[in-house]
């Protein structure tokens, strides 16, 4: 007997509710983290999909959790230059398996990240962009490709409105409120601040 609690479409039906809930980037990377070791991945990585002339994936990454060493061979190499997967995305939407174990390209597997998925997405304004899950488990089933697909077109749109809720709040402080918290962060006091900008404390 199957345990229907187990299969990717209840798996998914579960993730699908926690992410109109998310409030912040930070909610989504934690969602992230935890959708991908559900799925089996060892990482994840929501990207903008890099124009022809982009040479560093890192420029396009919007959250990840790739390991940054490889982040920063990958870049350093002028991969991205000659993706296939991100030929693969340039000319098709299908979501799409790989297994790089088979080619030349250990880099993966030295960090235990040879075999994934991509699922091309887009967001309300025709952004496209991608999510994609890696590890060494085997090739996700047919399953959970479908419920990875509706996921990743969610999570692409939810984080586009995550990110224009950001820039709106930014947006809605005038330039001696950002100052003001500009130099908070910076740790100093009010006191300080009120020196600083030449204003009453």
């Not at 960090?111 to 996700?140: C, E, I, K, Q, W």
């Not at 969610?154 to 130099?183: F, G, K, Q, V």
């Amino acid at each position: 007997m199957v345990d229907m609690e187990d299969t990717p479409p209840r798996k998914g039906a579960r993730f699908l509710q926690e992410i109109a809930g998310l409030k912040t980037q930070f909610d989504m990377l934690r969602f992230m983290r935890r959708l991908a070791e559900s799925f089996g991945a060892r990482a994840f990585m929501v990207l903008n999909l890099p124009s022809k002339t982009s040479l560093e994936l890192s420029a396009n990454s919007v959250i990840t959790n790739w390991p940054v060493e490889l982040l920063t061979l990958y870049d350093r190499e002028g991969m991205l230059a000659g993706s296939p997967l991100l030929r693969q995305m340039r000319k098709s939407t299908v979501p799409f398996s790989y297994d790089l174990t088979a080619g030349d390209i250990g880099l993966f597997e030295r960090f235990n990240m040879p075999r994934g998925a991509y699922f091309p997405t887009h967001d309300a304004s025709g952004l496209r962009g991608a999510v994609s899950f890696s590890g060494d488990r085997a090739t996700f089933s047919i399953d959970e490709m479908m419920t990875l697909a509706f996921l990743s077109t969610c999570i692409y749109d939810r984080l586009a409105e995550l990110r224009s809720l950001d820039a709106d709040a930014s947006s809605a402080l005038t330039d001696r409120e950002i100052d003001c918290l500009n130099w908070t962060a910076a740790g100093k006091t009010s006191v300080e601040i009120a020196e600083i900008l030449k204003l009453s404390e």
